[in-house]
């Protein structure tokens, strides 16, 4: 009798842009497993998110998922790994041009230069980072607006501009 464990190997934690729908599909091997391997053979490697074979074609929502992967040999025995795939929300430059809203240089080395064809209908502007930590939070808009983010801190910021209506968002790039 086989008491021997299957092996299965995970891909390492992924971290992805959301589309215009908000949520992230995987496709085609993406998300499946590195490797797996048995003494015997392998009877079926299943996820806990679409209990399939394969995440292609999976849609993920924003945030953080974890997907598990359980290998199963023809004994029955079983081995598992994990992996964790983050979806960030989506955030698009096209509104704010079509709002007459002005971001650059985009990626920056730490100055960007902000500008608004209508400031007094801007009532905040506030930058966070991809924890949703705030950043900066700005009330007091002017037609150009020169920031300064925070020195030896790179990453992805995202920027909220709210006006009485809605909230715009984009992803900035510092490096």
């Not at 929300?89 to 240089?105: D, L, M, R």
């Not at 230069?113 to 007091?140: A, C, R, W």
Request: hydrophobic residues 30%; contains cysteine.
């Amino acid at each position: 009798m086989d008491t021997v464990k299957p092996s299965i190997t995970c891909v390492g934690d992924m971290t992805v842009n959301a589309d215009e729908s908000n949520s992230y599909t995987m496709s085609g091997t993406e998300g499946d497993p590195a490797s797996s391997d048995d003494n015997c053979s392998i009877k079926n490697i299943i996820n806990d998110y679409n209990n399939e074979a394969s995440l292609d074609g999976a849609s993920f929502p924003v945030g953080t998922t974890t997907v598990t992967w359980t290998a199963t040999d023809t004994s029955d025995n079983t081995s598992s790994c994990s992996f964790d795939i983050t979806v960030n929300e989506y955030v698009g430059i096209n509104n704010f041009a079509e709002k007459g809203i002005s971001v650059y240089p985009n990626p920056t080395k730490g100055q960007i230069n902000l500008e608004f064809d209508k400031p007094d209908e801007i009532k905040l502007v506030q930058i966070t980072d991809l924890t949703g930590t705030t950043i900066m939070k700005i009330s007091k808009i002017q037609r150009r607006m020169i920031l300064n983010l925070p020195v030896g801190k790179s990453g992805i910021f995202i920027i909220h501009v709210q006006t009485d209506n809605e909230t715009l968002k984009t992803r900035l790039i510092k490096y």
